[in-house]
Nanobody, 119 residues
Framework: QVNVVESGGGLVQAGDSLRLTCATS????????VGWFRQVRGTGREHVAS????????HYDDSVKGRFTISRDNALNTVNLQMNSLKPEDTATYYC????????????WGQGTQVTVSS
C-alpha cells in the first residue's frame, strides 16, 4: 500500500512558477514509480510527467517539456513538480499517482491539487 498526498497548488498569472509536492508513504519513494497527471473538468486525465524507480531520465508530455521538471527527494520521500512559464492551458487539477511495478497501472492516487493560471 502506498499513500500519496499532493500540495502546492494555487492561483498564479501566466509566466509565473509553482512547485507541487507529492508526499509518499508506505514504500520508499526510490522503490516506486511516481507520476503527475492533470485533469480539466469534463475531460480525461492526462499524463504530465513521471519518474521511474531505477531510472535517471524522467518522462514528460510534449506540452510541458522544457517548462516542467519532475524530481525525487529520497530523503524526504517526496516527488516534486517544478512548473515554470505557466500558461492558462496548464489550468487543471493535478494528481500524483504511484505504482509498484513499471508498466503496471498507477493505482495509488492522491486527492488532487488545483492549479489555476490566469492570463
Amino acid at each position: 500500500q502506498v499513500n500519496v498526498v499532493e500540495s502546492g497548488g494555487g492561483l498564479v498569472q501566466a509566466g509565473d512558477s509553482l512547485r507541487l509536492t507529492c508526499a509518499t508513504s508506505g514504500r520508499a519513494v526510490s522503490s516506486i514509480d511516481v507520476g503527475w497527471f492533470r485533469q480539466v473538468r469534463g475531460t480525461g486525465r492526462e499524463h504530465v510527467a513521471s519518474i521511474r524507480k531505477g531510472e535517471s531520465s524522467p518522462h514528460y508530455d510534449d506540452s510541458v517539456k522544457g517548462r516542467f521538471t519532475i524530481s525525487r527527494d529520497n530523503a524526504l520521500n517526496t516527488v516534486n513538480l517544478q512548473m515554470n512559464s505557466l500558461k492558462p492551458e496548464d489550468t487543471a487539477t493535478y494528481y500524483c499517482a504511484a505504482r509498484l511495478e513499471t508498466l503496471g497501472t498507477f493505482n495509488f492516487w492522491g486527492q488532487g491539487t488545483q492549479v489555476t493560471v490566469s492570463s
